[in-house]
C-alpha cells in the first residue's frame, strides 16, 4: 500500500533551517508529482511546493518562495523540502502528498515550530 513517511521537523529558532524528508513506498515513485502542504493552528492546509515526477518542474507558495526548497531523489524514493530563513509564521504541521488515480495519499506530518 501507498506510504508516505514525513521526518526532519523540530524546534528552530527565526532564522533557522531545517530540511524535510518524506520517505514513500507503495508505489512508482518516479511516475508521480510530490507536493509538501502545510497546516497551521487554526488554518487551513495549504501548498507550500510541488515537484513534478522528473524534478524538472517546481512551484512555491509565494510566502516560502527564495527561501525554501523542494527537490527529490528518485533512487531513494524520497522527497525532500530544504527550509532557510525560517519565520515563526512558517509554524506549521508538514505533510508530504501525492495523487495516484485521482486519489491522494498523505504522510503523518511532520511538527515545525519556528521561536526564540
Known amino acids: 500500500q501507498v506510504q508516505l513517511v514525513e521526518s526532519g521537523g523540530g524546534l528552530v529558532q527565526p532564522g533557522g533551517s531545517l530540511r524535510l524528508s518524506c520517505a514513500a513506498s507503495?508505489?512508482?515513485?518516479?511516475?508521480?508529482?510530490m507536493r509538501w502542504y502545510r497546516q497551521a493552528p487554526g488554518k487551513g492546509r495549504e501548498l507550500v511546493a510541488l515537484?513534478?515526477?522528473?524534478?524538472?518542474?517546481?512551484n512555491y507558495l509565494d510566502s516560502v518562495k527564495g527561501r525554501f526548497t523542494i527537490s527529490r531523489d528518485n533512487t531513494k524514493n524520497t522527497v525532500y523540502l530544504q527550509m532557510n530563513s525560517l519565520k515563526p509564521e512558517d509554524t506549521a504541521v508538514y505533510y508530504c502528498?501525492?495523487?495516484?488515480?485521482?486519489?491522494?495519499?498523505w504522510g503523518q506530518g511532520t511538527q515545525v515550530t519556528v521561536s526564540s
Open positions: 502528498n501525492t495523487l495516484i488515480a485521482g486519489a491522494p495519499y
Open positions: 515537484i513534478t515526477f522528473t524534478g524538472e518542474i517546481v
Open positions: 507503495g508505489f512508482t515513485f518516479s511516475s508521480y508529482a
